[in-house]
């Protein structure tokens, strides 16, 4: 069930998980591909992320880390084929399906730093004299950080 709290995550508002899993389908699709080489397979396994993720969205875990988790799920749904699956086999080794985990986590959270940076450089645009400095002394070498220093 959909919780109301916590709409800007997507949590507790449809339409903003449908946006959410919009936004990550393309990645998610080619994860899946790339692991089990088949379209069709594909897609099947993109359609049970979907569903997993509508039925666990009012779970603070699944949106906190929206695509870390939804990559976690096409990870455990790609072994889960290969165990099915009469080939028996994965393209991909579960070892490097963790690599590839552990990297999307790393690229969400540097795309999320990106943006609330460029958000933070809009906002001191706005502001004047004292505002602008007080805020530019206190956020100033967050912003000049690359995304790696701040995951560090």
């Keep these: 069930m959909l919780k109301t709290k916590n709409m ?33 397979d594909a897609e099947d396994l993109l359609q049970e992320v979907n569903l997993i993720a509508i039925r ?19 990870r455990n749904l790609i072994l889960q084929h290969a165990r099915k699956s009469r080939r028996g086999a994965v393209a991909i080794p579960p070892e490097l399906l963790q690599e590839l985990e552990s990297t999307a986590q790393e690229t969400d959270v540097a795309h999320i730093l990106d943006r609330r940076r460029g958000a933070l450089r809009a906002s001191l645009d706005t502001l004047r004299g004292t505002s602008r400095q007080v805020i530019e002394m206190r956020y100033l070498p967050w912003i000049a950080a690359t995304a790696s220093d701040v995951i560090a």
């Design 8 to 40: 800007g995550s997507g949590q507790g508002d449809p339409e903003r998980l449908g946006e959410l899993l919009g936004e990550h389908r393309s990645f998610l699709y080619a994860f899946l591909l790339s692991a089990v080489r088949n379209a069709d």
């Design 56 to 74: 666990k969205s009012g779970q603070p875990e699944l949106i906190r880390n929206f695509r870390a988790r939804l990559t976690e799920v096409a």
